[in-house]
């Protein structure tokens, strides 16, 4: 993913700045540029908010290290969904009632997942897409998630990005950690990627749209590659030399074991079909769906998601998700 141009006139940084005074916008004022692509005028409505959403999540929650990551989730879930709100002169109400619904959320031990759907673009577009998917605030974020460590970017993809994004308890079979790691990192990636975004937010951001399609693209071509029997030759031509398959932390097998995997499933009436793609520096997921036999409607889960760590623009790592197709361990467990 090309790399973001400095800042404009330096970075912004967004600590409460109370209500609009004279001669600054209103609070519909920002919300109509945030919808046209304004990263700025979208920070500038949160900073103006933080404060009164601290209030009201430390007023719920009781103490000051949850509020804020209700807070940081709240703003996450305002980034996708500004273009939701009717009045944009109650961005403020709406902003507290949409903390006010995490902290719940967060009482009920359901914390709430946020992912940013469509943020990758489906191979063909059809009806509208998110304001975030039309305008610079989807770069904004995707040069944020870049800004984070692989280790980090990886674990808010999953959890934030991607629409079958797993359990807490799955990402951490996924990665092969304690759940108690996953959860301490996704705190940090939350964290972080608020932090980065309000520093950036007069940034001139790299493009993810030509990156997001490539993506898509490439998943399909290599779907279209293994059922043609092509499959070996285009893994040569798109992954690395060591490109290597992964369960926790534990390598247990090269790319001829990946080859000989992709064609037992095909010989045994297995297709997958193309859901979706989300991709960032060194990150990329793959949603697909899984078509088990007529025969053996039971034979395989009914999604699969490829999490690939990319070398140079090639797969390099491969870890492989089955979902279950809708989520049902919302509840992060507690560690053992």
């Given at each position: 993913m090309p790399g973001a141009q400095k800042p404009r006139g330096g970075p912004r940084t967004?600590?409460?700045?109370?209500?609009?005074?004279?001669?600054?916008?209103?609070?519909?004022?920002?919300?109509r540029g945030a919808r046209t692509g304004d990263a700025a005028a979208l920070g500038a409505l949160l900073g103006r908010h933080r404060a009164g959403m601290q209030a009201v999540a430390l007023s719920v929650l009781g103490n000051r290290p949850d509020a804020e990551d209700a807070v940081q989730d709240a703003w996450l879930i305002a980034f996708r969904r500004i273009g939701d709100l009717r009045d944009p002169e109650s961005a403020g109400a709406w902003l507290r009632m949409i903390v006010r619904n995490v902290c719940r959320s967060r009482l009920r031990s359901a914390p709430p997942t946020t992912p940013f759907v469509d943020l990758s673009l489906p191979v063909t577009e059809s009806g509208p897409e998110q304001v975030v998917d039309r305008h610079a605030l989807r770069d904004w974020i995707w040069q944020a998630v870049d800004q984070?460590?692989?280790?980090?970017?990886?674990?808010?993809?999953?959890?934030?990005?991607?629409?079958?994004?797993?359990?807490?308890?799955?990402?951490?079979?996924?990665?092969?950690?304690?759940v108690g790691t996953v959860r301490s990192r996704l705190s940090?990636?939350?964290?972080?990627?608020?932090?980065?975004?309000?520093?950036?937010?007069?940034?001139?951001?790299?493009?993810?749209?030509?990156?997001?399609r490539r993506s898509a693209r490439e998943a399909v071509?290599?779907?279209?590659?293994a059922e043609q029997g092509r499959f070996a030759e285009l893994t040569a031509e798109r992954w690395t030399p060591d490109a290597?398959?992964?369960?926790?932390?534990?390598?247990?097998?090269d790319?001829?074991?990946l080859i000989r995997g992709m064609a037992?499933?095909?010989?045994?009436?297995?297709?997958?079909r193309f859901v979706s793609a989300v991709t960032s520096r060194d990150t990329t997921i793959w949603e697909m769906d899984l078509v088990s036999p007529p025969d053996a409607p039971d034979?395989?889960?009914?999604?699969?998601?490829?999490?690939?760590?990319?070398?140079?623009?090639?797969?390099?790592?491969?870890?492989?998700?089955?979902?279950?197709g809708v989520r049902d361990e919302r509840t992060p467990p507690q560690d053992a």
């Open positions: 967004l600590g409460p700045v109370g209500s609009a005074g004279f001669g600054s916008p209103s609070d519909g004022e920002l919300v984070l460590s692989p280790t980090l970017r990886m674990t808010v993809m999953l959890r934030h990005f991607s629409p079958r994004s797993p359990s807490y308890a799955q990402m951490a079979a996924l990665c092969g950690v304690p940090e990636a939350r964290r972080k990627l608020v932090e980065a975004m309000a520093a950036t937010a007069d940034a001139a951001h790299a493009d993810v749209l030509a990156a997001s071509e290599t779907l279209a590659a290597a398959y992964y369960v926790g932390r534990q390598r247990v097998g790319q001829d074991f037992c499933d095909l010989e045994a009436g297995v297709r997958q034979h395989c889960p009914p999604a699969v998601a490829w999490v690939m760590t990319t070398k140079d623009g090639r797969m390099h790592h491969l870890r492989l998700f089955h979902a279950s």
